[in-house]
């Protein structure tokens, strides 16, 4: 169970790096003007979403399953647990959101500044944050 959540942990540090590291780029791509910059971050962003972020959600879940199914009637009673389940659902929807906005970076469809970039790149340090806190605190 220990090297389970050794890994589990390691793809959660992982996604998250790349949450974060995701919408800081769209910031830099909304900014850009020149063709150059523009095919550049293109490929980063690609490269980034396909080869690190999506593989590390999936590792995340997986072995976040896999560890749920080690006491299940604890965890799936646990209010706590709840709530980190929703974060989670959330946090896989932001990551889906991001997919969808490197889609239209990709078509050179984008329509929002960089100024929303930088909000946007805000909110998974607020996930990051309160699922931490459920995980170690355990609130209720």
């Not at 909304?30 to 095919?39: F, G, H, I, L, N």
């Not at 997986?62 to 389940?85: C, D, E, F, Q, R």
Request: proline residues 4%.
């Amino acid at each position: 169970m220990l090297w389970l959540k050794a890994f589990h942990i390691i793809a959660i540090v992982t996604w998250f790096a790349a949450l974060f590291y995701l919408p800081r780029l769209f910031v830099y791509h909304a900014m850009s003007e020149d063709t150059v910059s523009k095919e550049r971050f293109k490929i980063m962003e690609r490269k980034l979403y396909r080869g690190i972020m999506t593989p590390s959600m999936i590792v995340v879940i997986t072995l976040g399953i896999w560890m749920l199914t080690y006491n299940p009637n604890y965890y799936l009673s646990a209010a706590w647990m709840h709530v980190k389940l929703a974060l989670v659902t959330f946090l896989v929807a932001y990551h889906f959101a991001c997919g969808s906005l490197l889609k239209k970076f990709a078509q050179d469809n984008n329509d929002k500044g960089h100024v929303f970039y930088r909000w946007f790149n805000e909110v998974p340090v607020l996930f990051l944050i309160a699922i931490v806190i459920l995980v170690v605190v355990r609130p209720f």
